[in-house]
């Protein structure tokens, strides 16, 4: 192999190789990213809350001694069964973990009337 398409070569795999690191570095903090799920509160305990969005979904979070709450309500103990909150979680968490709970002003009921 001629010593110029030598080069060329191994600088064309040096770029690969730094393309690919670059990628596999980006993708571990965004598997990583924080999501969110709203609904009503259907159950609270000092270890977990569980939420229903009110699709027919009801999902479970773990409270962490690092759980945040915020909004109308300060600590996990003010709330209560029935008010609106989001959860922010990590996708990757088995069991979900309650980083941060938010707690909203109440929503309309589709089909409620005032």
């Known amino acids: 192999m001629p010593a110029i398409a030598r080069i060329t070569w191994n600088t064309t795999l040096l770029t690969f190789a730094v393309v690919l690191g670059l990628a596999l570095a980006g993708a571990a903090p965004a598997a990583a990213q924080m ?6 509160v ?4 000092s270890k977990k809350i569980i939420i229903d969005n009110r699709q027919g979904d009801k999902v479970s979070f773990t409270k962490l001694d690092e759980t945040v709450v915020e909004g109308e309500k300060t ?4 709330i209560k069964k029935g008010e609106w909150a989001t959860v922010e979680w990590k996708f990757i968490d088995k069991p979900r973990k309650a980083y ?3 707690v909203i002003p109440p929503k309309e009921e589709a089909g409620e009337e005032e």
């Open 100 to 102: 941060k709970v938010i």
């Open 75 to 78: 600590t996990w103990d003010e």
């Open 35 to 40: 999501r969110e799920f709203t609904g009503k």
């Open 42 to 45: 259907d159950s609270i305990s």
